[in-house]
Nanobody, 122 residues
């Protein structure tokens, strides 16, 4: 059974940075996508960034150039480095594991973490 645990959320001022971590256990598929998603109150869940088993990445237009995603295969930790944060980045952030073609389409993902809150003040 795949388990994911997010950490690293918090409150920052606009322009600040945060790094989210997602510790993954029980994952054995050789082909996969791992992604970060977010959901603000009253809004639908949206894909933020994803990385596949070949290291290819995909980003939402709203975060491209500000966020980076990386995977430490040795430690099974997925990271999301968030720079130049904006108030509109405020949301609950989730990590997930899905099929290799899923990228930022949250509908393909079945295994989710519990989320970590990111709050950006102006």
């Amino acid at each position: 059974q795949v388990q994911l645990v997010e950490s690293g959320g918090g409150s920052v001022q606009a322009g600040g940075s945060l790094r989210l971590s997602c510790t993954i256990s029980g994952h054995t598929d050789s082909r996969y996508c791992m992604g970060w998603f977010r959901q603000a109150p009253g809004k639908e869940r949206e894909g933020v960034a994803a990385i596949d088993d070949a290291g290819n990445t995909d980003f939402a237009d709203s975060v491209a150039g500000r966020f980076t995603i990386s995977l430490d295969n040795a430690k099974n930790i997925l990271y999301l480095q968030m720079n130049n944060l904006k108030p509109e980045d405020t949301a609950m952030y989730y990590c997930a594991v899905g099929p290799h073609f899923a990228y930022t389409d949250h509908r393909w993902y079945k295994n989710w973490g519990q989320g970590t809150q990111v709050t950006v003040s102006s």
